[in-house]
């Protein structure tokens, strides 16, 4: 949906891919995925090894908004790590992790079951003693590679990191590298600030 020359979109970005449109190293970038306007660009950013959603926009003053700590949004991601963390293990970054940057904002955090994701390409390194299990980890901040630091503070390297909500805007079925313009009512949901 298009409204006064504004435009949205979300993005399943595959791994590999970096979260801008071009690169001096000539690595994969969005510009390979699909004939984007001009004037967007990614409402903040995935690792190239992380991948999900990714909201596209040149709406700034969406941007900002969704980009400012004070806000505190909703991020959810799926989470694979190496090993099964026990409930202790969840509640520690519920309580917040002390990583090198300081003690991160309580989280949401539980085990689920695998989500029907298309394989990873290339796959993951899988351990044949070692089991694997999936968290959905809530954060209501985005610093460098948070994540991944906080499962490998409590002893359970990612493996697989996929963004599957921000805020309002679920990555549902999307398929990996495909696009979708959001839609009227999303957009407003998503310009709405928390009522608490």
């Given at each position: ?139 209501i901040e985005g610093r460098n590679r948070q994540v991944r630091r906080m499962t490998a503070a409590i002893g359970f390297p990612t493996l697989r990191l996929l963004r599957v909500k ?31």
């Amino acid at each position: 949906m298009i409204t006064s020359g504004r435009k949205y979109f979300i993005l399943n970005k595959p791994y590999g891919v970096l979260s801008q449109f071009s690169d001096k190293e000539n690595r994969i970038t969005l510009s390979s995925l699909h004939n984007f306007p001009s004037d967007v660009y990614p409402v903040g950013r995935l690792d190239m090894d992380s991948e999900g959603l990714l909201i596209i926009t040149n709406d700034k003053s969406l941007t900002d908004y969704l980009l400012n700590p004070k806000n505190k949004h909703e991020r959810e991601y799926f989470v694979q790590v190496e090993g099964i963390p026990s409930e202790n293990d969840l509640q520690k970054l519920r309580n917040g992790i002390i990583l090198k940057d300081g003690l991160t904002l309580p989280a949401k955090a539980k085990i689920i079951d695998e989500p029907d994701f298309q394989p990873r390409v290339p796959p993951i390194r899988e351990r044949k003693n070692i089991p694997t299990s999936w968290l959905s980890l809530t954060l209501i901040e985005g610093r460098n590679r948070q994540v991944r630091r906080m499962t490998a503070a409590i002893g359970f390297p990612t493996l697989r990191l996929l963004r599957v909500k921000i805020k309002n805007i679920l990555l549902g079925d999307l398929g990996v590298g495909k696009v979708r313009e959001l839609t009227k009512t999303e957009i407003e949901n998503l310009k709405k600030t928390s009522s608490s």
